[in-house]
Nanobody, 114 residues
Framework: QVQLVESGGGLVQAGGSLRLSCAAS????????MGWYRQAPGQERAFVAR???????YYADSVKGRFTISRDNAKNTLYLQMNSLKPEDTAMYYC????????WGQGTQVTVSS
């Protein structure tokens, strides 16, 4: 079992920044992919970004150039730096473990006001 706990969400104005964190615990395998997904009201959960153990990164087109995913394997922590935020980035953000995701966090809300 893997437990994931997100933090760092909040309310921010358009153009602002937030940094999300995800603390992982349990049966962690350092070689596993970890990632971020988001779900807006009335929409399906959507891929945002993922990162390999070696640091290889993949992004949804909608966030390329604005979001940066990173991880600290020693701390079992995943990050998502979000810059130039837009109102359409408003969603619940979920941390994931594995590809396809086998474990999910409880989510952290990000709200971007115009």
């Amino acid at each position: 079992q893997v437990q994931l706990v997100e933090s760092g969400g909040g309310l921010v104005q358009a153009g602002g920044s937030l940094r999300l964190s995800c603390a992982a615990s349990g049966s962690i395998v350092s070689t596993s992919f970890m990632g971020w997904y988001r779900q807006a009201p009335g929409q399906e959960r959507a891929f945002v970004a993922r990162i390999s153990s070696g640091g290889g990164t993949y992004y949804a087109d909608s966030v390329k150039g604005r979001f940066t995913i990173s991880r600290d394997n020693a701390k079992n922590t995943l990050y998502l730096q979000m810059n130039s935020l837009k109102p359409e980035d408003t969603a619940m953000y979920y941390c994931s473990y594995g590809v396809p995701p086998r474990y999910w966090g409880q989510g952290t809300q990000v709200t971007v006001s115009s």
